[in-house]
């Protein structure tokens, strides 16, 4: 199992930028694919980006593609999602998750293949 801190949500204007950082802690995080997570009021959770264990692969959803990128850090156990262009629809809570396999590809993530999850924080985007 792994512990995972999301942290970086706050309050932002439309338009304006963000970055989440999601520090992981357990077992070893550079096997794992990681991915984020967002859940807007009312609305059920819905995956957002996902890297894989080695970087090479990443995915997106199609709402945030050309506007996040997910990117992790292997020595400091650490994933990142970059938010730019931040519309008031990306308001909602936003959580790092760990693959439940090692060595998983970022599509594995897409599809709902999550064994830890952070607690979550909060971004809100004001028009």
């Known amino acids: 199992q792994v512990q995972l801190e999301e942290s970086g949500g706050r309050l932002v204007q439309a338009g304006g930028s963000l970055r989440l950082t999601c520090a992981a802690s357990?077992?070893?995080?550079?096997?794992?694919?990681m991915a984020w997570f967002r859940q807007a009021p009312g609305k059920e959770r819905a995956f957002v980006g996902s890297?894989?264990?080695?970087?090479?692969?990443?995915y997106y959803a199609d709402s945030v593609k050309g506007r996040f990128t997910i990117s992790r850090d292997n020595v400091n156990n650490t994933v990142y999602l970059q938010m730019n262009s931040l519309k008031p629809e990306d308001t909602a809570v936003y959580y790092c998750?760990?693959?439940?396999?090692?060595?998983?590809?970022?599509?594995?993530?897409?599809?709902?293949?999550?064994?830890?999850w952070g607690k979550g924080t909060l971004v809100t985007v004001s028009s």
């Open positions: 998750a760990a693959d439940l396999m090692p060595w998983g590809t970022a599509q594995n993530m897409a599809r709902g293949r999550v064994n830890d």
């Open positions: 357990g077992r070893t995080f550079s096997k794992y694919a």
């Open positions: 890297i894989s264990w080695d970087k090479r692969s990443t």
